[in-house]
């Protein structure tokens, strides 16, 4: 009996004690929800890392002859967006025209405020418009 005291006089001492704790407190890593703007580098480092996805439509090829190839379509769509620039706002601007090339067609209207630009590809039928507003000058 003196045991069954004893074991009920220590639990009540035990239960009666205060107990301490201390709230829990979460906080992020990434500094995109609020973490240490410092871990940036680190998560961006580790999420490249583990992406094994590659975009399929991007050139891994760097050879002498790709890269020339590359910067000669460049130059090329470079001379004929200023040939087309030319044809619409150049010192004898004209009021439509339909260029075509590699499987594009770029069409453009010239009304009295605007002039509306229709690129179309034609092997899909997509269309993209642009509408470029015209400023006249008064002076």
């Not at 092997?123 to 993209?128: D, K, L, M, S």
């Amino acid at each position: 009996m003196f045991f069954a005291k004893a074991g009920l006089l220590a639990t009540v001492l035990v239960l009666a004690a205060p107990a301490m704790a201390q709230d829990i407190v979460y906080r992020p890593i990434s500094p995109t929800f609020g973490g240490n703007p410092f871990n940036s580098n680190h998560v961006l480092g580790v999420a490249n890392a583990n992406n094994d996805t590659r975009d399929p439509r991007a050139t891994t090829s760097n050879s002498q002859a790709d890269i020339f190839a590359r910067q000669l379509q460049s130059r090329l769509l470079s001379s004929l967006s200023s040939q087309i620039v030319d044809a619409i706002f150049g010192d004898n601007p004209q009021e439509q025209g339909l260029i075509s090339f590699g499987g594009q067609t770029i069409e453009f209207f010239r009304s009295l405020d605007e002039v509306t630009l229709i690129i179309r590809n034609d092997e899909t039928g997509e269309e993209t418009r642009i509408v470029v507003p015209l400023f006249i000058d008064v002076n």
